[in-house]
Nanobody, 115 residues
Framework: QVQLVESGGGLVQAGGSLRLSCAAS????????MGWYRQAPGMQRELVAR???????NYADSVKGRFTISRNNAWNTVYLQMNSLKPEDTGLYFC?????????WGQGTQVTVSS
């Protein structure tokens, strides 16, 4: 099992920045991808950004150029730097980890962007 704890969410004005962190613990050996998803009220959960062992990254079109995903060398912490935030970025942000064929989710951290 992998336990994930997110932090860094909060309330920010449009144009502001936040940095989310997700710490992984438990059986973290073999993690091959880490990422962030978000879910707005009444909407489906969607991929925000993902980083894969080997270095490749994926971003939702809506966040390209504004958000940056990174991780530490131990592959037990993933970050999401969010700049130029917009009200439409509001949602519950979930950390996601893949280890082999297994997927693990955090509880989520709320991001609210006011206009």
């Amino acid at each position: 099992q992998v336990q994930l704890v997110e932090s860094g969410g909060g309330l920010v004005q449009a144009g502001g920045s936040l940095r989310l962190s997700c710490a992984a613990s438990g059986t973290i050996f073999g993690i091959n991808a880490m990422g962030w998803y978000r879910q707005a009220p009444g909407m489906q959960r969607e991929l925000v950004a993902r980083i894969i062992r080997g270095g490749s990254t994926n971003y939702a079109d809506s966040v390209k150029g504004r958000f940056t995903i990174s991780r530490n060398n131990a592959w037990n912490t993933v970050y999401l730097q969010m700049n130029s935030l917009k009200p439409e970025d509001t949602g519950l942000y979930f950390c996601n980890v893949n280890r082999g064929s297994s997927t693990f989710w955090g509880q989520g951290t709320q991001v609210t962007v006011s206009s």
